[in-house]
């Protein structure tokens, strides 16, 4: 499993349906295409959220990019992400 930073933006019409049945619909989106939340978080800035989420590959996460906002409305940029420590072996070796 790849782990996937997905920030994102609400639209005028996504913050008018802020309900913690649509977060509970979302977590289940993220599931049933096989994936994990590792946490959610509403933060302040460019971007409304910020979720940590673990997908089997960048197929799942396009889906559940797409599939979240058909939802919500809300619109996500993915990222995917590693641990500082395993990039450091990566690039270091030669």
Same mark, same amino acid.
């Given at each position: 499993? /790849?782990?996937?930073?997905?920030?994102?933006?609400? +639209? $005028?019409?996504? &913050?008018? #349906?802020? !309900?913690? #049945?649509? /977060?509970?619909?979302?977590?289940?989106?993220? #599931?049933?295409?096989?994936?994990?939340? %590792?946490?959610?978080?509403?933060?302040?800035?460019?971007?409304?959220? *910020?979720?940590?989420?673990? *997908? =089997? %590959?960048?197929?799942?996460? &396009?889906?559940? $990019?797409?599939?979240? !906002?058909?939802? /919500?409305?809300? !619109?996500? +940029? $993915?990222? =995917?992400?590693?641990? &500082?420590? +395993?990039?450091?072996?990566?690039? +270091?070796?030669?």
């Amino acid at each position: 499993m /790849t782990t996937f930073l997905m920030f994102g933006k609400y +639209s $005028s019409e996504a &913050v008018k #349906e802020i !309900h913690p #049945e649509r /977060t509970r619909k979302a977590i289940k989106i993220i #599931e049933a295409l096989g994936g994990k939340v %590792n946490g959610m978080y509403a933060i302040l800035g460019d971007y409304d959220l *910020a979720l940590i989420v673990e *997908a =089997p %590959n960048i197929d799942a996460i &396009v889906k559940i $990019s797409v599939d979240l !906002h058909m939802l /919500t409305g809300i !619109h996500f +940029s $993915s990222f =995917p992400a590693m641990p &500082v420590d +395993s990039f450091d072996t990566l690039i +270091s070796k030669k």
